[in-house]
């Protein structure tokens, strides 16, 4: 008897551990040109759900697209990009701003590494915090 309660509190322990990863982690699959060389198409991406306080310029971050991010060729329920300006930078040049040259509180601007081929913050201007999903930690091995 004492070994089948083990066996329920491990597994109720295996259970909990995997809810808490499943809300502090999830997967993500590239499936565009738009970080290339970075990034391709079939990459998977570890990603940590983070608020936009915790993260830096150059990180690669996942965002939930509004309407005008999608666009016509959307595909799947995430973009991913580079983070290029934080609350207080500066708009980097070409992105639409609603107000002077500083990105306001609660947005941000994200922008492909393959300008050629991405739809980015340069088209669809800055994006609401409330958006981001987190930062990729890492490429991960199919």
Same mark, same amino acid.
């Given at each position: 008897?004492?070994?089948?309660?083990?066996?329920?509190?491990?597994?109720?322990?295996?259970?909990?551990?995997?809810?808490?990863? +499943?809300?502090?982690?999830?997967?993500?699959?590239?499936?565009?040109?738009?970080?290339?060389?970075?990034?391709?198409?079939?990459?998977?991406?570890?990603?940590?759900?983070?608020?936009?306080?915790?993260?830096?310029?150059?990180?690669?971050?996942?965002?939930?697209?509004?309407?005008?991010?999608?666009?016509?060729?959307?595909?799947?329920?995430?973009?991913?990009? +580079?983070?290029?300006?934080? &609350?207080?930078?500066?708009?980097?040049?070409?992105?639409?701003?609603?107000?002077?040259?500083?990105?306001?509180?609660?947005?941000?601007?994200?922008?492909?590494?393959? &300008?050629?081929?991405?739809?980015?913050? +340069?088209?669809?201007?800055?994006?609401?915090?409330? +958006?981001?999903?987190?930062?990729?930690?890492?490429?991960?091995?199919?």
């Amino acid at each position: 008897m004492q070994a089948v309660i083990a066996v329920l509190l491990m597994g109720s322990g295996v259970a909990a551990f995997v809810a808490v990863l +499943r809300r502090r982690f999830m997967l993500a699959t590239v499936t565009g040109f738009s970080m290339a060389p970075t990034l391709l198409p079939g990459d998977r991406l570890l990603v940590r759900r983070a608020p936009l306080s915790r993260l830096r310029v150059g990180d690669i971050v996942v965002v939930v697209p509004d309407a005008r991010m999608a666009g016509p060729r959307a595909r799947t329920g995430y973009v991913i990009k +580079r983070l290029a300006a934080l &609350p207080g930078d500066l708009v980097p040049e070409r992105v639409p701003s609603p107000s002077d040259a500083q990105v306001p509180p609660g947005w941000m601007a994200i922008l492909g590494d393959n &300008p050629d081929v991405s739809r980015d913050s +340069r088209d669809y201007g800055l994006v609401a915090e409330k +958006r981001l999903v987190g930062v990729v930690v890492r490429a991960i091995a199919t």
